[in-house]
């Protein structure tokens, strides 16, 4: 007989209903009428009718119905099949036999939040003690039938364990298992949910860019932009600050993010190719969210809070298992993002974070830049709930919510991230804004009526139901292209949500990097602090009549966090904390005056052109100066790097030089501020001048750089 105690203190027959999730226990519910399996193959009709199956049954699990599009290997090849209640068990016993079938297991919901389909994964996360040896940790999963696979960057002693054919249990009561011994800190089974991007309210407000510069006007308040212009007046951002947007898929065919050296390092995690485009109806989110922050000043169209920025498209998988989550994030930290923008939430009511979710997002605020942190930005949510509180819940269809109940959203409550509510034109709360002591800042949004995601009807208004008239006007992005996305045309009017305060913040943040790169994360945060607009909505929350307009918990607004971001009063903040340089001992200047040719490449080759100084001298550097001169058939193609001894790459010139085909000029900290990247360390070392051909047509050459270095 199994006790207790082997189970962590789960209480018998409950262990396989108990989800550990980053230190809480959530209680699961097994669905009755529904199973799920992992295969090595897409099933065919032939194999799904040898196992009780048919295709209008089967789901991919976080991709289209089977057949509508090529199927991602994985974890696209976790089906879900719909059957019979009284068929489920035997199905499963059947799917088990299965030479293909690597695992299969009941599908689950939490507990009084039905809308929320938990899928398991042949996966667990062991965090093992500090003490604990490579021998020793092969004794305690053994007998389980689990194999560490790899260890979980971020996270000591914390190991990827894979279920095997030899395993007992599933997954679920391995974690509980797992819990009771002495050696093992943690445990947790990895698991799939939905993810959705937030509800956008629908309204038919049209409204120009207000939320970055107004007079005021009709159903616009003064108070309501973020002083972008005098923010521009200090920098419209720079190619060497590169914004990431996690979302559903982005029209990079759009006019806005056509610039030269705009994208970079796209991903497409969904279509595990390199290609983020939409390819379903509903890939709209994204490219709206990605115009916010970032799209193009090209004379016509819209304008990004940091049109100077580059922008890193990453499509999302549609789901949140650990390593969904940990890709997005790693690919942005490995590819040099220094802003990660997410419009998106899990699709649960109460589901905190796990620990490799946790650990991924630490991850990126910690190693991120260098180590100074990427400034991870999330929306706070579109249901005017807590991020991280219990309210009585009645008056939802079907009772789907009743009772006190839980809210969690675990990505905005993480201590590393910035949640952004919305505000709307008025200088007030939004309505659907989420709310709580974990909101860091405000940004201009739409108004609109506060929904939720359920399965049998899609979006609907959270209860009590609002009757007020909601004033505010919609936020203009850009939309895909022609007629498909959310109105006609290349950009749309009614676009809003805490999905659009998000990327504002984002932007925001891009302009205080490129005007400071050396900024920690902390340090970010301390100014966005500092310097947002302390806006007061007195009124009572037309839906809850809840009253959290003002600052009285110590300076912080469970509306609006640390208030409204003000983009002129940040940048400046931000330029202000540059360090100046310590004064120079002593100068040294070496020159490469060797020519080196820059032949045309082929198309899809990005070898660098490497010129090589090197420098004797172990002085500290204080200041940076490159000289180049260089000429090319179309200087639009190339990007300059320079690649120090120690430290990261640091891109001297972006694609912007268009159809010009001399450079002759010096890149100091005061024109290219990047280049405070390489203060403070030794001197000593080779310095590579890298020249990067980006499209084929045109060859020319490098005739002579100079390195000028001010030492201590």
């Known amino acids: 007989m199994i006790k207790d105690s082997q189970y962590g203190g789960v209480p018998q027959g409950q262990e396989g209903l108990i989800l550990q999730r980053g230190g809480d226990e959530l209680v699961l519910e097994k669905a009755i009428d529904r199973l799920s399996f992992h295969s090595t193959a897409v099933p065919s009709a032939d194999w799904l009718a040898h196992v009780g199956l048919d295709v209008a049954s089967l789901t991919a699990v976080g991709t289209p119905k089977l057949g509508s599009r090529p199927q991602s290997p994985d974890p696209a090849h976790l089906w879900e099949a719909t059957v019979a209640p009284a068929a489920l068990e035997a199905t499963l016993a059947t799917l088990r036999h299965q030479a293909m079938v690597t695992f ?63 395993s007992p249990l ?49 159903d616009v308040s003064p108070l309501a932009h973020i002083d972008i212009e005098r923010a521009w007046d200090l920098t419209r951002g720079d190619r060497a600050t590169v914004i990431a947007v996690t979302d559903d898929a982005m029209d990079l065919h759009h006019p806005d993010f056509q610039g030269l050296g705009k994208i970079v390092a796209p991903q497409d995690l969904y279509g595990q190719d390199f290609v983020p485009l939409p390819e379903l109806a509903s890939d709209n989110h994204g490219t709206a969210v990605a115009g916010v922050a970032t799209a193009e000043e090209n004379g016509s169209g819209m304008v990004g809070v940091a049109p100077g920025c580059a922008l890193m498209p990453i499509r999302t998988t549609g789901f949140l298992d650990d390593e969904s989550v940990e890709a997005m994030f790693h690919w942005a930290v490995d590819q040099g993002a220094a802003v990660i923008c997410c419009s998106w939430g899990a699709g649960a009511i109460n589901f905190p974070l796990s620990l490799r979710q946790r650990a991924a997002l630490s991850y990126a605020a910690t190693a991120g830049r260098e180590g100074k942190g990427c400034v991870i930005v999330f929306a706070a949510g579109n249901f005017n709930r807590p991020l991280n509180a219990t309210i009585a819940e009645k008056q939802w269809p079907d009772n789907a919510v009743s009772g006190p109940t839980r809210w969690v959203n675990g990505f905005g409550i993480h201590p590393d991230v910035i949640a952004v509510s ?74 809003g949500g805490t999905s659009s305060a998000a990327p504002v913040v984002a932007g925001v943040v891009g302009l205080m990097l490129s005007a400071n790169p050396q900024l920690t994360l902390a340090a970010v945060k301390d100014i966005l602090r500092q310097t947002a607009d302390k806006i007061v909505d007195s009124d009572p929350d037309p839906q809850l009549g809840l009253r959290y307009g003002t600052y009285e918990h110590n300076g912080h607004s469970y509306w609006f966090g640390h208030g409204k971001v003000n983009a002129y009063a940040a940048v400046k903040a931000a330029h202000d904390r540059i360090q100046p340089p310590p004064a120079s001992a002593r100068s040294l200047t070496q020159t490469q005056s060797q020519a080196l040719a820059l032949p045309d490449r082929k ?40 690649l120090p001894p120690q430290g990261q790459a640091i891109l001297l010139q972006p694609r912007t030089l268009g159809r010009k085909t001399q450079l002759q000029t010096t890149y100091t900290a005061d024109t290219t501020p990047v280049l405070q990247l390489g203060q403070g360390r030794s001197a000593q070392g080779s310095w590579q001048l890298q020249v990067i051909d980006r499209a084929p047509g045109h060859g020319g050459s490098l005739q002579s750089w100079q390195l000028t270095l001010g030492l201590v």
Not at 115 to 142: N, W
Not at 460 to 478: D, E, F, I, S
């Open 104 to 166: 299969a297991s009941h599908v689950y919901h939490l507990s009084q939040d039905p809308e929320t389909l938990v899928y398991l994964r042949d996966q667990l996360t062991v965090q093992f003690g500090s003490e604990v040896s490579a021998d020793r940790r092969g004794e305690i999963l053994a007998p389980w039938g689990l194999v560490a696979r790899s260890p979980i960057r971020g996270l000591s002693q914390a190991y990827l364990c894979q279920v095997t054919a030899a």
């Open 170 to 218: 599933n997954p679920l009561k391995l974690a509980n298992a797992l819990l009771a011994l002495p050696d093992v800190l943690l445990a947790e089974a990895n698991v799939i949910i939905t993810q959705r991007p937030y509800y956008r309210p629908q309204d038919d407000l049209y409204g120009q860019q207000w939320y970055l510069y107004n007079n005021g006007g009709s």
């Open 422 to 495: 919305a505000c709307t034109s008025l200088a007030k709360k939004a309505v659907y804004s989420n709310w709580g002591a974990e909101v860091f800042l405000a940004a201009p949004s739409n108004n609109g009526l506060p929904a939720i995601w359920l399965k049998k009807t899609g979006f609907v208004q959270t209860p009590p139901k609002v009757t007020a008239a909601l004033r505010g006007k919609g936020v203009v992005t850009t939309d895909r292209t022609g007629s498909e996305g959310y109105a006609t045309g290349n950009f749309t009017a009614g676009f």
């Open 603 to 642: 198309a899809g080759d990005f070898s660098p052109f490497i010129s090589t100084i090197a420098i004797p001298d172990p002085g500290t550097v204080a200041t940076i100066a490159v000289t180049v001169d260089l000429n090319h058939g179309f200087l639009g193609d190339l990007e300059l790097w320079l």
